[in-house]
């Protein structure tokens, strides 16, 4: 398939996803019935696969089609970014913030960090939360100014423009015994049901090893996707969370309290853009009015050099903060 793909068509195809049905999603984009499908089946023949399952008026989404509709999503997002910005340049508006962040950052720490960027109610804003490697996607893929993701980031398109660095935490009920203490020790959680995050590569990781370092198992294993849905699991008495400390931070839950634990079980994260681009005024305050409320809302908040494994194959440039 050498021809570029029409539009209209993804259109088409990405409203019947969003509705589930070729009726409403002709409703929806105010096209009859027979164009919608008609448009769909021209779009498979262009692609060479089958975008949907047909079953009588029923139609469901094939395992390509779902693969093919995310990167639709996202490139249709882009062009209706394209159309704000034409929109913003024709009318000399501030051209629009664009942020990708992992759950951590967005969760409530980027949008108080926006909140304080003068003039904010005069710039369009969007913000993403999504993993880190979609992050570091959307900032190659110039859909994001500003990626906000944890560290390494091996990309050479990618450049770091501020190292963050904290502690893990330990997120306990309120009427836990152990929110008495000021510090937690790792023993003291032995035989406790464990919650962490699920990525063995990323923050699970650190805690995995520091557990089998102190000769603790994890009981009757307990992962979540986000420190938020883990901080979910808590208040619902499944246990007790490992986490990293920004999502507590930005969106405290009624009824949990945090506390250190006595060993040091370092997170790192960056502020990043895509390499030949500079970042605009405004995403350049951003990242310094982001790092003010860090400093103020995460305990123990640190700049700190990557260690050597850890070196992302971008260019870092660290900036001193005080604490």
Same mark, same amino acid.
């Given at each position: 398939?050498?021809?570029?793909?029409?539009?209209?068509?993804?259109?088409? +195809?990405?409203?019947?996803?969003?509705?589930?049905?070729?009726?409403?999603?002709?409703?929806?984009? #105010?096209?009859?019935? !027979?164009?919608?499908?008609?448009?769909?089946?021209?779009?498979?023949?262009?692609?060479?696969?089958?975008?949907?399952?047909?079953? #009588?008026?029923?139609?469901?989404?094939?395992?390509?089609?779902?693969? +093919?509709?995310?990167?639709?999503?996202?490139?249709?997002?882009? &062009?209706?970014?394209?159309?704000?910005?034409?929109?913003?340049?024709?009318?000399?508006?501030?051209? $629009?913030?664009?942020?990708?962040?992992?759950?951590?950052?967005?969760? #409530?720490?980027?949008?108080?960090?926006?909140?304080?960027?003068?003039?904010?109610?005069?710039?369009?804003?969007?913000?993403?939360?999504? =993993?880190?490697?979609?992050?570091?996607?959307?900032?190659?893929?110039?859909?994001?100014?500003?990626?906000?993701?944890?560290?390494?980031?091996?990309?050479?398109?990618?450049?770091?423009?501020?190292?963050?660095?904290?502690?893990?935490?330990?997120?306990?009920?309120?009427?836990?015994?152990?929110?008495?203490?000021?510090?937690?020790?790792?023993? $003291?959680?032995?035989?406790?049901?464990?919650?962490?995050?699920?990525?063995?590569?990323?923050?699970?990781?650190?805690?995995?090893?520091?557990?089998?370092?102190?000769?603790?198992?994890?009981?009757?294993?307990?992962?979540?996707?986000?420190?938020?849905?883990?901080?979910? $699991?808590?208040?619902?008495?499944?246990?007790?969370?490992?986490?990293?400390?920004?999502?507590?931070?930005?969106? !405290?839950?009624?009824?949990?309290?945090?506390?250190?634990?006595?060993?040091?079980? !370092?997170?790192?994260?960056?502020?990043?853009?895509?390499?030949?681009?500079?970042?605009? !005024?405004?995403?350049?305050?951003?990242?310094?009015?982001?790092?003010?409320?860090?400093?103020?809302?995460?305990? =123990?908040?640190?700049?700190?050099?990557?260690?050597?494994?850890?070196?992302?194959?971008?260019?870092?440039?660290?900036?001193?903060?005080? &604490?």
């Amino acid at each position: 398939m050498n021809r570029p793909l029409d539009i209209w068509q993804l259109d088409a +195809f990405c409203a019947v996803m969003t509705t589930g049905g070729i009726t409403a999603a002709a409703q929806l984009l #105010g096209r009859s019935q !027979p164009a919608v499908t008609r448009q769909i089946q021209e779009l498979e023949t262009a692609l060479g696969f089958a975008l949907l399952e047909r079953s #009588g008026r029923r139609v469901t989404p094939t395992e390509q089609g779902r693969k +093919f509709y995310i990167e639709v999503e996202r490139h249709l997002a882009g &062009l209706q970014q394209l159309s704000e910005r034409a929109g913003a340049i024709r009318g000399g508006a501030a051209p $629009a913030l664009e942020i990708a962040a992992i759950p951590a950052f967005a969760a #409530g720490l980027v949008t108080q960090a926006v909140a304080r960027l003068p003039g904010i109610e005069q710039i369009a804003t969007h913000l993403r939360a999504v =993993g880190g490697e979609e992050v570091v996607e959307l900032v190659l893929g110039r859909v994001s100014d500003l990626g906000l993701c944890s560290l390494p980031v091996r990309s050479p398109g990618v450049q770091v423009h501020r190292v963050f660095e904290a502690d893990c935490i330990v997120v306990l009920r309120s009427d836990d015994p152990l929110a008495q203490r000021d510090v937690v020790p790792l023993q $003291a959680l032995d035989g406790r049901r464990l919650i962490t995050t699920a990525n063995p590569y990323r923050q699970r990781r650190h805690v995995d090893e520091a557990l089998r370092d102190v000769g603790l198992s994890r009981q009757t294993q307990l992962d979540t996707n986000t420190s938020f849905s883990a901080m979910g $699991a808590v208040r619902a008495g499944l246990g007790v969370a490992l986490i990293e400390p920004l999502t507590p931070a930005g969106a !405290p839950v009624e009824g949990l309290v945090v506390r250190p634990i006595d060993v040091a079980l !370092p997170f790192r994260y960056g502020a990043i853009s895509r390499i030949g681009v500079t970042p605009s !005024p405004a995403i350049q305050d951003l990242v310094e009015i982001l790092s003010t409320v860090l400093i103020e809302k995460v305990s =123990g908040l640190r700049i700190s050099e990557l260690a050597d494994d850890e070196l992302p194959t971008a260019d870092v440039k660290p900036v001193e903060l005080s &604490l």
